[in-house]
């Protein structure tokens, strides 16, 4: 860097001494050559001709900008004489301060676009009276600095891939060392863990490194304890669900049995035609339905859901079916059936449970249907050649809920070709993804939608638009459904 400070500065002071500072501002003001100036114009281009000088010139500085005065011409773009230049970035700053009488002489260092690093020097030329009237500037090309530079970068390079290299195989050794093999031991225990499971082996491996991959051996150890307590626990607990599961299988047939699931259920009997289905929530469910002959021109139909579910509901639901079935006699009134059921019912309720009921005896010969009803849903009624509508009838107390409630029966009357719809609550309030209940509404609707339609298929097409409905969610109350049409009169 001093070689090239004081070869370019040299220069610089050169043509200062060589050039008249008198002369200098004639040439900007006249813009007019002469031989003078031609003789210095000569002198720059040999100098530059015969040195390593780039750029050799002299200019004006002013305000806004600079004015070429001489600019050597052994390269193309030389300036001419008067040419303006704006400044360079900081340009207006270097050149106040080589106006001062006594300058520093220290090179700058820019990047040339055709030469790559260059030193720049400038030096003021002064006039007889002294004072500074242009300035010499001079730009010769460093390829030793642009040597010294390729050299530094590479050795820094080439420095840094050893260090990366060395760094790499010492890391690589200890992560082996501390977590590859370590892991690998792991890896393999673990293996061994899996295929000894059901033997009385167990999961041992000695890993000692003081970090969390030993914690990771110790939990591992403990893992497999605990996998071969549960897996033991699990086995257990799978036998007896499948002991459950054969109970309720066997109780899910004892219960289906007890509901009438022979259809059609009285071939012989032109007068009605009865269907009814019953879908249980769970593998037992506590809803149930019933109809039998009471006598010969006396037809009952039950529809009763018990609260609760499983195998308690099941079992409640048994005894409340034989009891209705068993006190619904000839000639007896249905509010003293279910009265009397109803102190039976809650001196045996151990388990709280209570029940919904409804219960109807058609008359088969006057088309008469005495009903009675605990608590439960009110039957549809579809008028022949009409259409299907709540029949708004008082319902009672629950069975099994309080002793010593009398209950009152009703009656209406059916016409041949007339039908009986019944249903428990499950039917209304399936619920689909969004929550949304099925309803009286879209029941209402289902039913007018299938008026002319038999019983069983009248059910069929009720369960398909419940199924749509709730399209897919679970079930959490029994369906059951039933449909009583009523034919013809019985001949007396």
């Known amino acids: 860097m001093e070689e090239y400070n004081d070869l370019a500065f040299s220069y610089a002071r050169t043509a200062v001494e ?39 010139y002299v200019f004006v500085p002013y305000e806004d900008d600079l004015v070429y005065v001489w600019d050597a011409d052994n390269r193309e773009g030389a300036r001419e004489l008067g040419y303006h230049e704006g400044y360079m970035v900081d340009g207006k700053e270097a050149v106040e301060k080589i106006y001062r009488q006594n300058p520093p002489e220290e090179i700058s260092i820019n990047r040339d676009e055709v030469y790559g690093y260059i030193a720049s020097a400038f030096s003021p030329i002064f006039n007889s009276a002294g004072e500074p009237v242009a300035v010499v500037g001079v730009d010769i090309s460093m390829p030793q600095i642009q040597k010294e530079l390729f050299g530094f970068i590479l050795m820094i390079v080439l420095s840094v891939v050893g260090v990366i290299i060395v760094s790499i195989a010492v890391f690589y050794t200890l992560v082996r060392k501390r977590v590859v093999e370590p892991i690998n031991q792991l890896n393999i225990a673990a293996k061994e863990m899996v295929g000894n499971l059901e033997q009385e082996s167990k999961f041992n491996i000695e890993i000692h490194t003081g970090d969390e991959i030993e914690e990771l051996s110790e939990a591992f150890k403990s893992m497999d304890a605990e996998v071969r307590e549960y897996i033991h626990q699990l086995s257990e607990v799978t036998a007896e669900k ?93 509010g003293e059936v279910f009265t009397e059921v109803n102190d039976l019912l809650c001196e045996s ?63 209406m ?23 949304e209940l ?48 009523y034919k013809e009169q019985m001949k007396a």
Do not use: W
């Open 438 to 485: 099925y309803g009286m509404k879209r029941l209402t609707d289902a039913l007018c939608r299938n008026v002319d339609c038999s019983p069983t298929e009248l059910l069929a097409a009720v369960k398909l638009d419940i199924d749509e409905f709730v399209s897919g969610s679970p079930q959490f109350d029994d369906i059951t459904m039933l449909c009583l049409e």
């Open 18 to 56: 060589y050039i008249d500072g008198d002369r200098v501002l004639t040439y900007v003001e006249t813009g007019k050559k002469d031989d003078y100036y031609q003789q210095v114009q000569d002198f720059l281009n040999a100098t530059q001709k015969q040195t390593d000088i780039k750029y050799y």
């Open 349 to 411: 309720n151990s388990e709280g449970l209570f029940i919904t009921a409804f219960e109807g005896v058609l008359n088969l010969e006057t088309g008469e249907f005495v009903f009675v009803n605990a608590g439960h849903e009110p039957p549809f009624i579809c008028k022949k050649g009409g259409k299907f509508e709540p029949y708004a009838i008082q319902a009672g107390f629950v069975l099994a809920g309080l002793e010593g409630i009398k209950y009152q029966s009703g009656s």
């Open 242 to 334: 499948e002991r459950i599961g054969t109970e309720l299988n066997v109780a899910t047939h004892i219960q289906s049995s007890m509901l009438p699931c022979i259809f059609p259920a009285f071939p012989d009997r032109s007068e009605f035609d009865i269907y009814a289905t019953m879908n249980p929530a769970k593998e037992v469910g506590g809803d149930f339905y019933d109809f039998f002959m009471v006598d010969e021109k006396h037809l009952a139909i039950v529809m009763a859901d018990v609260s609760g579910k499983g195998v308690p509901a099941a079992l409640f639901m048994v005894i409340g079916k034989t009891l209705i079935k068993d006190h619904t006699q000839p000639g007896r009134d249905l």
């Open 413 to 435: 009357q059916l016409a041949p070709g007339d039908k009986v719809f019944q249903y428990t609550d499950g039917v209304t309030e399936a619920m689909n993804k969004d929550n």
